[in-house]
């Protein structure tokens, strides 16, 4: 039987991993309607590191349930399945978008980069003031 606590703890998690995907989202609607693609996707590249920072650390200051490196793979993985099969598969009918270094790379590796470091400092504060 699946433990109900595990899958809401989970659920939690990626509910988290879901909010930072649709506001790195909504960089590239509102940047592609008010400027031109490559400083959309340099807003993007800032962005993507700030939103995720936040997020991760409003994660592991209010539940902690899972460590920076669990959470960090947890919101790429999540980040790299919508853009491929939402974005790519479903809105553009194309996998270009995954020639682009400035355009998916580069952010992929500042979600990780990002989640990881905000939670590495802010569970080990966590853990310090307990």
């Known amino acids: 039987m699946v433990d109900k606590v595990n899958t809401a703890k989970f ?3 990626l509910a988290h991993a879901f ?4 506001l790195c989202a909504a960089i590239i609607g509102i940047g592609l309607q008010v400027t031109t693609v490559e400083n959309m996707l340099i807003a993007h590249a800032i962005g993507v590191p700030i939103i995720f920072a936040i997020i991760a650390w409003m994660y592991f200051r209010t539940f902690n349930y899972t460590t ?3 959470t960090a793979l947890v919101f790429l993985v999540f980040a790299i399945l919508m853009d491929f099969f939402v ?3 479903l809105v553009q009918k194309s996998i270009a ?3 682009s270094v400035l355009g998916t790379w580069i952010p992929f590796a500042l979600i990780f980069a990002s989640t990881y470091v905000t939670g590495y400092y802010t569970a080990r504060r966590v853990n310090a003031h307990s």
Do not use: T
């Not at 909010?19 to 649709?22: F, I, K, L, S, Y």
């Open 11 to 13: 659920v939690l998690l």
């Open 19 to 22: 909010a930072g995907w649709m």
């Open 68 to 70: 920076p490196l669990q």
């Open 87 to 89: 974005i790519a598969l």
């Open 97 to 99: 978008m995954f020639a």
